[in-house]
């Protein structure tokens, strides 16, 4: 593909980089599912995103981010673009349509943020589960609901309760 520019095919669980690589690149998901964590200096690991098809990720590239402050993986077999840093700089400063976009994408992608940090300070707990149940069904996104049923294996769930995430004893989460 060259000027920077490369497609990437990244099966299932396979980690893309990791927490501490060299942040020179961004990448853009053609298809698939990608898994962005944290590990924290004791260990504890905590997803921050999972990123769907057509959207990017590693933007801290852009923003001086010498280290990846966290790590992607593939949540299933995907197909990515990665651009170095120095060429996507390149896309943003010459291409005035596509930097329009990557604007608008960066902004509303700060608002979600925002709005999940504010969330559980101001709504009760039914409210923040219908609001995630809403983002996970993607309602409304295109004028159009979709209807998703996220994947959980026994061992993804069982793995939930043993970090405290849930309390079957009374049936909720926490």
Do not use: W
């Not at 923003?63 to 170095?84: F, I, K, P, Y």
């Not at 596509?98 to 608002?111: C, E, H, K, Q």
Request: hydrophobic share 45%; net charge positive; glycine share 6%.
């Amino acid at each position: 593909m060259g000027d920077g520019r490369k497609i990437l095919a990244a099966p299932k669980k396979q980690l893309i980089f990791a927490q501490g690589d060299s942040a020179d690149a961004v990448f853009y998901i053609q298809t698939g599912k990608v898994r962005l964590t944290v590990v924290s200096k004791v260990g504890k690991e905590v997803t921050i995103a999972i990123v769907n098809e057509r959207n990017f990720f590693g933007q801290g590239a852009l923003a001086g981010q010498v280290l990846r402050m966290g790590s992607a993986a593939a949540m299933t077999d995907c197909e990515l673009l990665r651009v170095d840093k120095k060429a996507m700089m390149n896309a943003v400063h010459g291409e005035h349509a596509f930097s329009d976009m990557f604007v608008a994408y960066l902004l509303a992608r700060n608002i979600r943020y925002e709005e999940d940090l504010v969330d559980p300070l101001f709504n009760s707990s039914e409210k923040r589960l219908a609001r995630v149940l809403l983002l996970l069904a993607h309602f409304g996104k295109e004028g159009i609901p979709q209807t998703v049923v996220p994947e959980m294996s026994q061992e993804t769930l069982a793995d939930f309760r043993t970090k405290r995430n849930a309390d079957s004893s009374r049936s909720q989460m926490v």
